[in-house]
Structures are given as C-alpha cells and as structure tokens.
C-alpha cells in the first residue's frame, strides 16, 4: 500500500550522504508531512535547513522513530544494523544506504531504473546498493535486457565521499598541507592521499584476493539484475577526486554489439546521459558528473581484445553522493509513496 504524506526521518543527517539526502528531497518536492533529522550526540541541537526552514538535529536513540512511516538511513553499518530493525518494530520502511541487509534474501536491493518491482517484496528494510555497483550498472542494464552480458571487467577510480565527510576533509587537507610544503598525517584513510591513489581501503579476502568493495559488484550485481550467471571481476581503486566516481568497463555480450547499438540503447536509458565528442576528446569526468543525477556514459568503442565483436569497452562516472547513494535512496522511497 502506497504511503501517502508520511513522516521520514534521516538517520545520519549531518554526514556527507545524509546532506544530500536533505538536498534530494527538497529538490525532488518528495512529498512529506514532517522531517525529522537524526545524528550522534555530538550533533544533537544542531540546525540544519530544509526548504529555508531550520530544522534541530535530534540525537538517535532507541525511541526515536515513533510515528516515522520512512527511514532513510546513512550512519554506517553498525547503526544500521542496530536502529534498521527497531524503526522497523516502530512501524517505519527503511532504505538502508549501509551493506548491513544488501544480501539478505529477505531484503529487497533495488535500483529503481532496473528493478523497481521488487519494492513490493520488502518485510520493512529496502536496500541501496554499493555506490560503485549502482555507477557501473545503471547504464549496463538497458543493454543486458537487449543483450545479456555475460562477463564484465571493472576498474574503479573511486571519491573521497565513499568514506564519508571526514575522508572528504582529509584529501582537502592533505593537498593544502601537501602543496604548502607541510608534512601531514592522515586520520581517516590507511595511506596518503594528496597527489596519490591506492588500492580500496576495504578488507582483502585471502582466499579470493578480492577486496569488500570488489566482492560487492559481483554480488549486488547479480543480485539486482537477477542474474546468478554474470561473471564480473573488478578492482577497485580510491583516486584523489572529492565526490564521483568513475569506472572503465569492459563488457562481453552473449551476441554481437557495436558502439553505434550500445550509443542508440543508452540514448533512450533513464539515468544516463552519453558524453562522448571523440573529435574534441571530451569525455566522463568526476567534475562534471559532480552535483547531477545521471550517469554520463562515453569512450564507447569495440573492445579490440576481443575479435568475435560481443565485447564493448565504456567509461562512466557517476556522482557517488547522488546516484551511488542519497539520489537512489530517494527514488526507493519514491516508489514507497507512489
Ligand atoms: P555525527 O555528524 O553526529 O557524527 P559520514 O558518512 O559523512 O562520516 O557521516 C556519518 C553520519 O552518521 C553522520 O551524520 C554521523 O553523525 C552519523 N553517526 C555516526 N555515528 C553515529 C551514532 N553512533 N549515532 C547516530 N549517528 C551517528
């Protein structure tokens, strides 16, 4: 049953999703009675503003969710798996921007250009997916309908914003501190940043040599396209770009596929827009696709490894705060009120 008026609450309000979270909903005139805003105890008695109107930040407790009918949480894991399911005893639907519930079979992991009919299916939390996995598959989807994709081969060049506002902070200040001459040393983030770039800074597994992040494409993917067959492998790297994320894809298809097909199913795609001017060599760059919604798709060409013509190469960059989180966090719970 579709709500209608409701009250939501976010759940990690002053963070670097959750800004964007009140952004979104502003922007997008989500339709709601009340707005609650929820943080740590460090934050509580802050004011935010929402639609020119201040707005205390309120600290989160157990009892915080009396009466919220939509949740949307960006706190971390921990939170998550802590409030997600007391909002939910409280009578709230949450949409989960943490990896907390991503797999659980019960929970629904959507993007709402690719499977928006699963909201049906949720017992009370919805998932958003990895901010790299939603980047990468938005524009993929349209053409697996047309064509499946068998394999894909990824290669992240991943923000700052991935790892919150303090890891947003640290690259400020460690290029300032670089550029001054000054030694600094890193909080947030295992290596220095500043004119740098590294590996993910999530957990490698020893026995895959994958790290979380890498593990998450292959998993969320399959789970979102439905699709327990897709063979993805990807590396994930963390580049020193504050807020979007870029990724080169090379994607072999069960049959032929030219770059003019994959141009003309992206040109209809929601959530995509082609950037691709070969002739001045404009491409997909973090900063324009900073502070937008779609997904700008370019560099697509004929993967030349590959002579049978089912393979393609693209690169894409998406805004990792917008789309890769607070933006389709906002679309669930669009379809939450529809
Ligand atoms: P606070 O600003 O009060 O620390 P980011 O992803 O940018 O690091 O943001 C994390 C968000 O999660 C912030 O809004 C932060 O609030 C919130 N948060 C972190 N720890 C807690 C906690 N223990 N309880 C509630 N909110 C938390």
């Given at each position: 049953m579709a709500l209608s008026n409701p009250v939501v609450a976010v759940v990690g309000a002053t963070g670097a999703v959750g800004v964007e979270f009140l952004d979104c909903l502003e922007k997008r005139q989500f339709p709601m009675k009340e707005l609650r805003l929820l943080a740590s105890a460090r934050s509580k008695g802050k004011t935010m503003t929402f639609k020119g109107e201040p707005i205390v930040v309120e600290e989160l407790t157990e009892?915080?969710?009396?009466?919220?009918?939509i949740a949307l949480f960006s706190a971390g894991g921990s939170i998550s798996k802590k409030f997600g399911p007391i909002a939910v005893q409280a009578g709230a639907i949450v949409v989960d921007n943490?990896?907390?519930?991503?797999?659980?079979?019960?929970?629904p992991l959507i993007v709402p250009e690719i499977?928006?009919?699963?909201?049906?299916?949720?017992?009370?939390i919805i998932a958003n997916p990895n901010c790299s996995t939603i980047i990468g598959i938005t524009p993929l989807w349209p053409i697996h309908k047309v064509n499946r994709i068998k394999r894909l081969i990824a290669s992240t060049y991943q923000a700052a914003s991935g790892a919150g506002a303090a890891a947003m902070a640290e690259l400020q200040e460690s290029t300032r501190a670089h550029l001054e001459g000054k030694s600094y040393q890193q909080k947030v983030l295992p290596h220095p940043y500043a004119f740098n770039l590294f590996s993910h800074n999530s957990k490698i597994d020893p026995a895959t040599g994958y790290n979380e992040e890498e593990t998450k494409m292959l998993k969320e993917t399959r789970k979102i396209f439905g699709d327990n067959d897709i063979r993805i492998s990807a590396t994930c790297v963390r580049v020193p770009v504050l807020r979007a994320h870029s990724e080169a894809l090379t994607v072999e298809c069960e049959r032929t596929i030219t770059p003019d097909e994959v141009r003309a199913i992206l040109a209809k795609a929601p959530g995509v827009k082609i950037v691709d001017d070969v002739e001045k060599n404009y491409m997909p760059m973090p900063k324009d696709a900073s502070g937008q919604g779609d997904i700008l798709c370019g560099r697509?060409?004929?993967?030349?490894?590959?002579?049978?013509?089912k393979s393609f190469c693209m690169f894409v960059a998406g805004d990792q705060l917008l789309k890769g989180a607070a933006l389709n966090a906002v679309q669930i719970a669009e379809l939450l009120v529809k």
């Open positions: 009892s915080s969710f009396k009466s919220v009918d943490s990896s907390a519930f991503r797999m659980d079979p019960t929970v499977n928006p009919e699963k909201v049906k299916e949720h017992k009370g697509i060409r004929r993967d030349s490894s590959d002579p049978s013509g």
